[in-house]
């Protein structure tokens, strides 16, 4: 089993739906959770960063984190084409350990 | 804020040359910078640690003596791929922490925007 799981999709949605990105995870010393954004050719962008449960929320973004379940998502509200990339969960157990990432999620955003 | 440079972004090379990526940290001082290699449709893969001013830590099966990272100082580190083949072929990209007063360690990573490298 992976320490991180996360479904490569692809997924695809129409403009202004409301997307939902998960990963699970097994490893229970991860703290710090992470989601980034890569765009075709590019390097991750970091969206958002958590750190143990709970939600946060930034713009159209919410990150959620259930350490109960190891169970994290991503929600994009009214999502546009341009949010159309590869979205990939990471995480850490913090102390300078490994960052653990998921295979990515490819999402398209149709107009 | 953040913002982590890496040259070229594109390099076609033949095989048995060498070829140097540089990553630098513009507008932040970096003591640690990472290098991953991404293959299409894959995750990061990790494969070294460049710690500025010291050797570069290598995870397992990254062969150092291909892979030669040199961390010179704050803001630049760079990677060196020595008598590249084919299979060399890849997409390589850097990462750093911010180094902030108290410990960077938890800090998110911020990425360069690759190299892609091709070996005919």
């Known amino acids: 089993q992976k320490e991180v799981e996360q479904d490569p999709g692809p997924l695809s949605v129409p403009e202004g739906a409301i997307v939902s990105l998960n990963c699970t995870y097994s490893n229970s010393a991860f703290q710090y959770f992470m989601w980034y954004r890569q765009y075709s050719r590019k390097g991750p962008e970091l969206l958002m960063y958590?750190?143990s449960s709970g939600n946060k929320e930034d713009g159209r973004f919410t990150a959620q984190v259930d350490k109960s379940s190891k169970y994290i998502s991503l929600f994009i509200r009214d999502s546009q084409p341009s949010d159309s990339a590869t979205y990939l969960c990471a995480m850490t157990a913090g102390n300078n350990r490994k960052l653990i990432w998921g295979l990515g999620t490819s999402l398209a955003v149709n107009p | 804020g953040a913002v982590v440079s890496q040259h070229p972004s594109r390099v076609i090379c033949k095989s048995g040359t060498s070829v140097k990526i540089e990553c630098r940290s513009l507008?932040?001082?970096?003591?640690?910078m990472f290098w991953y290699r991404q293959f299409p449709k894959q995750s990061l893969m990790l494969m070294a640690t460049?710690?500025?001013?010291?050797?570069?830590?290598?995870e397992q099966g990254v062969e150092k003596d291909k892979f030669l990272i040199n961390h010179a100082s704050l803001t630049l580190s760079t990677l060196t791929v020595t008598s590249a083949h084919p299979e060399d072929s890849s997409f390589y990209i850097c990462?750093?922490?911010?180094?902030?007063?108290?410990?960077?360690?938890?800090?998110?990573?911020?990425f360069g925007n690759g190299t892609r490298l091709t070996v005919t």
């Open positions: 990462s750093a922490r911010v180094r902030r007063q108290a410990s960077s360690y938890n800090s998110p990573l911020h």
């Open positions: 958590t750190y």
């Open positions: 507008d932040f001082q970096a003591t640690t």
């Open positions: 460049s710690n500025e001013g010291s050797k570069a830590t290598y």
